[in-house]
């Protein structure tokens, strides 16, 4: 089975180097590599070049215009029947490829995804973010990663379509965040089918700070509201839950200055991120930065949810958008 990789990249030459060295080992080599530079400052074409002769490899440098945008380039000059989207900012296990074309030899559909994990190289908040982004006491359940799921939504940090699908719904739309859930929304609606492959993971560096972690949440609560009002019916009772979160931690401090027992509320919970993230991870320190990272990713997500609500579906007015200009930061 022969693959297009495509990664999107701004400003990531050193984690560009990292992804394109784990694909050189990959164990299979039925594939092609697309890198579409987005306009960067910091370009990755030297990169590119150490890897001419070890990859079958491609370099396309064009204006900003988003990660959804730049993938729709990349495949644009995609040689071969099935597309996998990377972002720049992970590595791929040297069996990843085999797993995919063992899965799809056996099941036949248009589209899959994979989860994602840390490495114990990564740093301590990288560490705890990607705790908070898999786990049951954050939004780790609401990103689809069940295989129980009827209709799983890949995401495009590790997703994989077949052209004729890619093709047939036209690419990405012109969403500058959630646009992965709008391109998988599509699909399904499309009446194409999709699919987890759950030992399809890919290491995911993600964001290095929590304050770059905030924005990428932030704008995700607002892609949702954006996402149900272009998906009528995409919004599920699930969704809601980090607003619910964040209302509710905000009374239970105030209220607790009334009846200072409600402050146990965050307590207990905290302790159950500490305790799980540490035992996860198998360290007390990432188990106290995922304490930060879960209430980052939850507050961030619920306020910005919040805030699109109100003034999308309340006030009726356009696309709201955040932190757009530091979209990738």
Not at 25 to 48: L, M, N, P, R, W
Not at 72 to 95: H, K, M, T, Y
Not at 163 to 177: E, P
Not at 220 to 236: D, E, F, Q
């Amino acid at each position: 089975m022969l693959f297009s990789i495509v990664i999107p990249v701004y400003n990531r030459p050193t984690e560009v180097d990292e992804l394109l060295e784990s694909l050189v080992a990959q164990t299979v080599d039925s594939f092609e590599v697309i890198v579409v530079e987005d306009g960067s400052v910091e370009k990755s074409d030297a990169v590119v070049d150490r890897y001419r002769g070890r990859l079958t490899i491609k370099y396309i440098d064009k204006p900003n215009s988003g990660p959804g945008l730049s993938r729709n380039a990349g495949a644009a000059q995609a040689e071969n029947d099935r597309l996998i989207f990377f972002d720049s900012d992970c590595i791929v296990p040297p069996d990843y490829l085999r797993r995919v074309s063992d899965f799809l030899d056996k099941n036949k559909v248009d589209a899959f995804g994979g989860p994602d994990a840390a490495l114990p190289s990564f740093t301590t908040v990288q560490k705890a973010i990607n705790y908070s982004m898999t786990s049951f006491f954050t939004t780790g359940g609401i990103r689809g990663g069940r295989k129980s799921m009827d209709k799983f939504h890949p995401r495009s940090f590790n997703l994989g379509v077949s052209k004729q699908a890619f093709d047939a719904i036209g690419g990405y739309g012109t969403m500058r965040f959630g646009e992965d859930i709008d391109f998988s929304l599509r699909l399904l609606e499309n009446g194409f089918s999709t699919a987890l492959i759950p030992d399809a993971f890919v290491y995911h560096k993600r964001r290095t700070d929590f304050k770059k972690f905030f924005k990428q949440v932030y704008n995700s609560g607002i892609a949702r509201v954006n996402l149900h009002l272009v998906h009528p019916g995409s919004l599920k009772p699930v969704h809601l839950l980090p607003s619910v979160f964040a209302i509710t931690m905000v009374l239970a401090f105030v209220l607790s200055v009334f009846c200072p027992i409600l402050v146990l509320i965050p307590l207990f919970y905290s302790l159950l991120v500490f305790m799980d993230a540490a035992i996860q991870n198998q360290s007390a320190k990432v188990g106290l930065y995922g304490i930060a990272a879960a209430w980052t990713q939850l507050f961030g997500y619920g306020t910005g949810f919040i805030a699109a609500a109100w003034k999308r579906i309340v006030l009726g007015k356009k696309e709201y958008k955040a932190f757009e200009k530091k979209f990738y930061d």
